[in-house]
């Protein structure tokens, strides 16, 4: 077994008291994913992890990460018991960035974060011993719990950090300890808790908080807000790499051709004229794929390999994953599953990928609400009815209280149908579908357009 945390390090980090001597190898924080030998940490969410002690114990946790000992639990149980859970999570996590020599690499930004992040594992694999978040563990117990979960061998980490509200960025950057901050866009997201873009700009630049002195920001040169970043990562002794399609950008997109299932990336690297192959379709995963080469310069990685690499990346799930259906009827469609995120510039970029592919049936939008948009939000819904893409699909269905204005506001040849809730949508979606239509579903995860993603695969054939 190789051994992460032994409970020693563990009462070590967190000052709580061990039970037992004990070995972990890894950190789990779900009974339903639990490895045989993980660190189980109870936290408390939507149902108290200690609840599920037990049974993590009986399938062979090596202990349990607890506040108190839980009811049906023996006191010889092996448990780390501390004052608070999350804070000796936290404790583990900052521990954990002390234990490697390795450079940490933290990304965040409005839109994209996932995908860079997956980017950056694909680009540096082979050439260091990598670490990288799962899925999109980037808030108060998934940066932490990556950290923790940390072999103390990694040369480079790669860790996601976002936000709904200011000051939550800050301490997971500043507990991550960065060597390179990448921040890949501000956009009107989460406006529910912010008074517009600049206040968003001010909240992304918390991550300069955790960088470490003459550490690297990579800052995108084409928004509106860069001299918010600039400002700030230059505050914080940062050097700034910028890329973009801006002129003089340090890393600058001179052109993108996008293919029904990749794109070529031309930009320009210190006077030079590069090109690569990206895995996957997308101006947007272009600009994003120019943050990573600048990262990976940043961390002293050979280029060339990098490249070489992003040739193989696809979309994460959720985030633009693309897959061949065969429904039960035998319909044959392409389904990309957009349902993880969304609002006003991750849908405009998502349609544009849809709106360029070459179809041989219709091209379907299934498009569900975006959620924490603020006073803004029905302005914001009825206005993608200007997007040029949205323009070009043959049949695009709404689903949502949000998006009946964008249904109001479509022309009669494209607009499908309205349904109010996710779960109905589910059960009608397949009649909706045709032999040879490409479907995207796209939503913020809050309206549970996921279900119509798992309906449309749950009836294949």
Same mark, same amino acid.
């Given at each position: 077994?190789?051994?992460?945390?032994?409970?020693?390090?563990?009462?070590?980090?967190?000052?709580?008291?061990?039970?037992?001597?004990?070995?972990?190898?890894?950190?789990?924080?779900?009974?339903?994913?639990?490895?045989?030998?993980?660190?189980?940490?109870?936290?408390?969410?939507?149902?108290?992890?200690?609840?599920?002690?037990?049974?993590?114990?009986?399938?062979?946790?090596?202990?349990?990460?607890?506040?108190?000992?839980?009811?049906?639990?023996?006191?010889?149980?092996?448990?780390?018991?501390?004052?608070?859970?999350?804070?000796?999570?936290?404790?583990?996590?900052?521990?954990?960035?002390?234990?490697?020599?390795?450079?940490?690499?933290?990304?965040?930004?409005?839109?994209?974060?996932?995908?860079?992040?997956?980017?950056?594992?694909?680009?540096?694999?082979?050439?260091?011993?990598?670490?990288?978040?799962?899925?999109?563990?980037?808030?108060?117990?998934?940066?932490?719990?990556?950290?923790?979960?940390?072999?103390?061998?990694?040369?480079?980490?790669?860790?996601?950090?976002?936000?709904?509200?200011?000051?939550?960025?800050?301490?997971?950057?500043?507990?991550?300890?960065?060597?390179?901050?990448?921040?890949?866009?501000?956009?009107?997201?989460?406006?529910?808790?912010?008074?517009?873009?600049?206040?968003?700009?001010?909240?992304?630049?918390?991550?300069?908080?955790?960088?470490?002195? =003459?550490?690297?920001? !990579?800052?995108? *040169?084409?928004?509106?807000?860069?001299? /918010?970043?600039?400002?700030? %990562?230059? @505050? +914080? $002794?940062?050097?700034?790499?910028?890329?973009?399609?801006?002129?003089?950008?340090?890393?600058?997109?001179?052109?993108?051709?996008?293919?029904?299932?990749?794109?070529?990336?031309?930009?320009?690297?210190?006077?030079?004229?590069?090109?690569?192959?990206? =895995?996957?379709?997308? !101006?947007?995963? *272009?600009?994003?794929?120019?943050?990573? /080469?600048?990262?990976?310069? %940043?961390? @002293? +990685? $050979?280029?060339?390999?990098?490249?070489?690499?992003?040739?193989?990346?696809?979309?994460?799930?959720?985030?633009?994953?693309?897959?061949?259906?065969?429904?039960?009827?035998?319909?044959?469609?392409?389904?990309?599953?957009?349902?993880?995120?969304?609002?006003?510039?991750?849908?405009?970029?998502?349609?544009?990928?849809?709106?360029?592919?070459?179809?041989?049936?219709?091209?379907?939008?299934?498009?569900?609400?975006?959620?924490?948009?603020?006073?803004?939000?029905?302005?914001?819904?009825?206005?993608?009815?200007?997007?040029?893409?949205?323009?070009?699909?043959?049949?695009?269905?709404?689903?949502?209280?949000?998006?009946?204005?964008?249904?109001?506001?479509?022309?009669?040849?494209?607009?499908?149908?309205?349904?109010?809730?996710?779960?109905?949508?589910?059960?009608?979606?397949?009649?909706?579908?045709?032999?040879?239509?490409?479907?995207?579903?796209?939503?913020?995860?809050?309206?549970?357009?996921?279900?119509?993603?798992?309906?449309?695969?749950?009836?294949?054939?």
């Amino acid at each position: 077994m190789n051994v992460l945390w032994t409970s020693a390090d563990a009462v070590a980090a967190t000052g709580g008291k061990s039970t037992v001597d004990w070995q972990a190898s890894g950190v789990s924080i779900d009974t339903r994913t639990l490895q045989k030998g993980d660190l189980f940490v109870a936290l408390t969410d939507v149902r108290d992890g200690h609840d599920f002690v037990a049974q993590a114990l009986d399938k062979g946790a090596a202990a349990a990460l607890v506040a108190h000992v839980p009811d049906g639990v023996s006191m010889d149980a092996p448990l780390l018991i501390v004052d608070d859970v999350l804070q000796a999570l936290g404790a583990l996590g900052v521990a954990a960035r002390k234990h490697i020599s390795g450079q940490v690499i933290g990304v965040t930004g409005s839109v994209g974060k996932t995908g860079t992040k997956e980017m950056l594992r694909t680009a540096l694999s082979g050439q260091y011993r990598m670490h990288a978040a799962e899925m999109s563990y980037n808030n108060h117990w998934g940066v932490p719990l990556t950290l923790a979960r940390m072999p103390r061998d990694t040369e480079i980490a790669v860790i996601e950090i976002g936000m709904n509200h200011a000051g939550e960025i800050s301490p997971l950057a500043i507990m991550a300890d960065l060597d390179v901050a990448v921040i890949t866009t501000v956009a009107p997201v989460h406006l529910a808790a912010f008074s517009g873009v600049d206040e968003i700009a001010h909240a992304k630049a918390e991550i300069f908080d955790g960088l470490k002195a =003459g550490g690297t920001a !990579v800052l995108n *040169a084409d928004i509106g807000t860069f001299q /918010i970043l600039c400002d700030a %990562a230059g @505050g +914080a $002794d940062a050097r700034i790499v910028t890329f973009g399609g801006a002129k003089g950008a340090d890393v600058q997109l001179t052109a993108a051709y996008v293919s029904d299932q990749s794109t070529k990336v031309v930009f320009d690297l210190v006077g030079q004229k590069v090109e690569f192959i990206l =895995g996957a379709p997308g !101006v947007h995963l *272009a600009m994003n794929s120019l943050a990573v /080469i600048a990262a990976c310069d %940043a961390v @002293g +990685a $050979d280029l060339s390999q990098c490249l070489k690499n992003l040739a193989t990346w696809t979309t994460p799930k959720g985030r633009g994953k693309r897959e061949d259906v065969v429904l039960a009827n035998g319909v044959s469609i392409e389904l990309i599953d957009e349902g993880f995120n969304a609002n006003p510039t991750s849908m405009a970029a998502a349609l544009d990928v849809l709106a360029q592919m070459h179809a041989k049936g219709r091209k379907v939008a299934v498009l569900g609400d975006m959620l924490e948009l603020g006073e803004t939000e029905k302005a914001l819904h009825a206005g993608l009815a200007d997007l040029p893409a949205l323009k070009t699909m043959d049949v695009i269905h709404l689903v949502g209280p949000l998006m009946k204005g964008l249904y109001a506001a479509l022309p009669d040849e494209n607009r499908g149908l309205w349904i109010e809730t996710a779960d109905v949508a589910a059960t009608r979606i397949v009649d909706l579908l045709k032999p040879r239509d490409i479907v995207m579903v796209k939503g913020s995860k809050g309206s549970k357009v996921s279900k119509i993603v798992d309906a449309i695969r749950k009836t294949s054939a």
